[in-house]
């Protein structure tokens, strides 16, 4: 027999192996456990948006306006330093676009939210008015969550 022969397939089997090996390894298939990892609660009980700082909750209000509060590093609630907000929430044909006014401690929208209990949000926020936007994408689901008392927006259960 000749070389060929006998490398052909086995190299052929190497390399229908392969996909079959990759695809073992699941997702989620890494070294740390998720199941310690508790969401922050909010003071108010909205979300928190961890991605700028300082933190701010986004919290819908009874009349559907949005609240948003900023948390010093005590998780609780500081002025309003400057940040500009624009929330833009609705179905993607047809947003809604909200802004912001100082009001307190926090700042509240102009307009209600669209009508509707489970929509695409986007929250961008600024440090200054001329700094760049942090961008935060959520569906807004205003439906109270089984486990927990919030709405699931805000829910700090683990599921």
């Not at 569906?139 to 700090?156: I, Q, R």
Request: hydrophobic share 40%; with cysteine.
């Amino acid at each position: 027999m000749n070389i060929k022969s006998l490398l052909l397939p086995l190299i052929a089997a190497l390399a229908l192996s392969l996909p079959v090996s990759a695809a073992d390894k699941k997702k989620d298939d890494h070294n740390h456990d998720h199941s310690k990892e508790k969401k922050i609660t909010a003071p108010n009980g909205g979300r928190v948006i961890t991605a700028v700082e300082p933190h701010a909750e986004f919290l819908v209000t009874a009349d559907r306006k949005v609240q948003i509060t900023f948390l010093g590093e005590d998780g609780k609630a500081i002025a309003p330093a400057g940040q500009v907000v624009t929330v833009t929430a609705g179905e993607r044909s047809s947003p809604t676009k909200l802004t912001f006014a100082k009001s307190g401690n926090m700042l509240v929208s102009d307009a209600a939210l669209p009508a509707g209990n489970d929509f695409p949000t986007v929250v961008q926020i600024k440090a200054t008015p001329d700094a760049k936007a942090v961008t935060e994408k959520f569906n807004l689901n205003l439906s109270k969550c089984p486990d927990c008392s919030f709405a699931e927006y805000a829910c700090t259960c683990a599921h």
